[in-house]
């Protein structure tokens, strides 16, 4: 038999992670040390959605909750654009960290301005890899061309296509490709869809929700999956009978920020 493959999928979620992200990295190394393996990290940066690296830090004095993001460089970007092309505002890295000694130790302030990253989902991972979160785990992203062109065809996915100078990831519905604006509201990408249009190449594909899954594991090929309690809720587990889901280990404030007690990577 092969060695067990262990994963956990997550958007990236903040330049400092959200705690159930830290809860799945030590639900992992965990069961690494009880059956051995190796973990993969499945980070879904294909996601378009900015409110996911929303990175929530208390105030060291007043304990005072304020929510940071990145800055983009443009509106289109900043609400449709994948978070692999979500570029960050040249000035966003700066200004941010004149303001962090309110939140975290010098150190981290100091380990935040030395990554460069030109996007967010990049700066996110560097981030990751500097906190030492990342140490011993294979990212795989579901961005990469190489990885979509390796996945299996699902017929519920989004498309990266160029819309007014940037790439946006559009919904795949009815041969039309749309763009969610809020409530019921959507825009079609004029030009792009239609049953008679060209078929989207596989590397301009990531799969929606209920697709993620068997679109995943076609590449990852995990025997264990870490799951937090909203995943279970919608996984299609029965579709993936050869693996053993684990929920991952219960965490206080699972949705605040993880920050590191000691130095970096300790």
Same mark, same amino acid.
């Given at each position: ?22 809860? %799945? ?23 378009? *959605? +900015?409110?996911?690296?929303?990175? /929530? ?24 654009? /994948? ?60 961005? *990469? ?9 699902? *017929? *519920? ?28 509201? +959507? ?10 249009? @060209?078929? @989207? ?5 990531? @799969? ?27 996984? %299609? ?30």
């Amino acid at each position: 038999m092969s060695d067990p493959v262990i994963c956990f999928g997550q958007q990236p979620n903040g330049f400092f992670p959200k705690r159930f992200f830290y809860s %799945k990295v030590v639900t992992a190394r965990r069961l690494r040390q009880e059956i051995g393996g190796r973990i993969v990290y499945f980070c879904h940066d294909s996601d378009h *959605d +900015y409110r996911e690296t929303t990175t /929530p830090l208390r105030d060291l004095m007043t304990g005072e909750v304020k929510r940071l993001n990145f800055d983009h460089v443009g509106k289109i970007q900043k609400k449709y654009s /994948p978070l692999y092309a979500k570029k960050i505002h040249p000035d966003w890295q700066q200004k941010t960290a004149r303001v962090l000694p309110c939140f975290v130790t010098m150190a981290l302030v100091d380990l935040f301005e030395s990554v460069r990253a030109g996007t967010a989902a990049d700066f996110c991972l560097e981030m990751y890899r500097r906190l030492g979160l990342l140490d011993g785990i294979e990212v795989v992203r579901s961005g *990469d061309p190489e990885v979509r062109k390796r996945a299996i065809d699902v *017929d *519920d996915y989004y498309v990266d296509v160029p819309y007014e100078g940037e790439t946006v990831r559009a919904r795949r519905q009815g041969g039309r490709l749309l763009l969610h604006r809020g409530g019921d509201e +959507y825009l079609e990408i004029p030009g792009r869809g239609g049953d008679s249009g @060209p078929d @989207p190449g596989r590397e301009s594909i990531s @799969p929606a929700r209920d697709t993620r899954l068997r679109w995943m594991q076609s590449v990852v090929r995990c025997t264990h999956y870490i799951a937090g309690a909203g995943e279970m809720q919608y996984l %299609k587990v029965d579709e993936a009978p050869e693996i053993a889901f684990v929920e991952r280990d219960v965490i206080d404030d699972a949705h605040g920020s993880w920050v590191p007690e000691g130095p970096p990577g300790s």
